[in-house]
């Protein structure tokens, strides 16, 4: 009933930019918060970027300065607009929405497939 695509990932040298969008649908009354995580193989998911029901973002320190998220929540869409890419940079990127649905109690957490980022010469 929720469903979370995410696209723009990609192949880009060091220094290059890069725009992820991820696109809400489905049986929605209100979403809340979302965010952009990141995961390499061998290593647990972290937190990348969040942004709130009114537009405030928080960034993990090694992103300040070079990524910056946004929302459209007219059509249910957020953005990560990524500069001065850096190798580590290179993981598979996901975006997670707090969301509350028609005739539903509760907020719950969703999650999309992911999209690759690959930042190499």
């Known amino acids: 009933q929720v469903q979370l695509v995410e696209s723009g990932g990609g192949l880009v040298q060091p220094g290059g930019s890069l725009r992820l969008s991820c696109a809400v649908s489905g049986s929605i009354f209100k979403i809340n918060a979302m965010g952009w995580y990141r995961q390499v193989p061998g290593k647990e998911r972290e937190l990348v970027a969040e942004?709130?029901?009114?537009?405030?973002?928080n960034y993990v320190n090694s992103v300040k300065g070079r990524f910056t998220m946004s929302r459209d929540n007219a059509k249910n869409t957020v953005y990560l607009q990524m500069n001065s890419l850096k190798p580590e940079d290179t993981a598979v990127y996901y975006c997670?929405?707090?969301?509350?649905?028609?005739?539903?109690?509760?907020?719950?957490?969703?999650w999309g497939q992911g999209t690759q980022v690959t930042v190499s010469s």
């Open positions: 942004i709130s029901s009114g537009g405030s973002t």
């Open positions: 997670n929405a707090e969301v509350k649905r028609f005739y539903y109690g509760s907020w719950a957490g969703y």
